[in-house]
């Protein structure tokens, strides 16, 4: 009963809340790029706060990030982890998403604004020259990368092949790839969401320049290194 009692203050606190954001994010569309970071950044600060404070969710980091310019690789269980990206992340990390979210009126303006580079998996080569374009005007700024390289939700306990588009994107970005495991969805995407502790799992960093089948192997056993199911 406790659990469900969370999970609904959660909603509507959260929901209420982000209302607040998107009209703060397209007001600052309009002004800067700079202060719509600062608006995103601050409703993931917001969203981890409550999931904190009212969820009664931990969240744990083991290993260290790399003091580098890298493109992080993360599991993707729930809702969590792209919310919480920025915070996970500190200084503005540019995602790689679907190019079908991109699409999504408003939400797609205020991604295209702060930096979120569409995938767009139809267009094959063309797709990778115009991400190519794209990285490489963002790649000075210092911000990292990011994507969710199975391309979309997973199940607790799956352990899907790496989407094809993920070593296209390593070879373009030239960049170490640091893969992080994930345990969100257990907690956070169980209704009602549970108390717990999710845990960040940062792997042992992929130099760039490396060949596919040796990078999809070590991102595969990295993203699966808290599922006790994985085989490898």
């Known amino acids: 009963m406790m659990a469900w009692a969370r999970t609904i ?37 917001f969203h981890r706060w ?13 290993g260290a990030r ?11 269980e729930s809702f969590f982890e792209a919310i919480d990206l920025p915070t996970f992340l500190p200084g503005h990390p540019v995602p790689f998403a679907k190019i079908e979210l991109i699409r999504i009126p408003l939400w797609g303006a205020l991604a295209t604004r702060y930096g979120v580079v569409g995938v ?14 794209k990285a490489d005007a963002i790649k000075p700024t210092g911000r990292d990368f990011a994507l969710f390289p199975e391309g979309t939700r997973v199940e607790v306990g799956a352990s899907p092949k790496m989407q094809s588009g993920l070593y296209g994107i390593y070879r373009l970005l030239g960049l170490p790839m640091v893969p992080v495991a994930v345990n969100s969805g257990h907690l956070y995407h169980h209704m009602p969401k549970r108390r717990g502790t ?30 006790p199911e994985f085989q490898a």
């Open 120 to 133: 767009d998996r139809e267009r094959g080569a063309a797709a990778l020259r115009d991400m190519k374009r």
């Open 198 to 227: 999710i845990i960040y799992r940062i792997g042992e960093v992929i130099p760039a320049g490396l060949e596919r089948a040796e990078v999809e192997r070590r991102v595969r056993e990295a993203l699966n290194a808290l599922n």
């Open 66 to 76: 790399p003091a580098v310019q890298a493109f992080y690789v993360l599991r993707h």
């Open 9 to 45: 203050l959660f909603a509507v606190i959260f929901y209420t809340g982000s209302l607040f954001y998107v009209l703060g994010a397209t007001l600052m569309r309009v002004l800067s790029q700079p202060a719509l970071m600062r608006v995103a950044e601050g409703w993931s600060h």
């Open 50 to 62: 409550c999931v904190r404070h009212i969820l009664g969710i931990d969240i744990r980091i083991e």
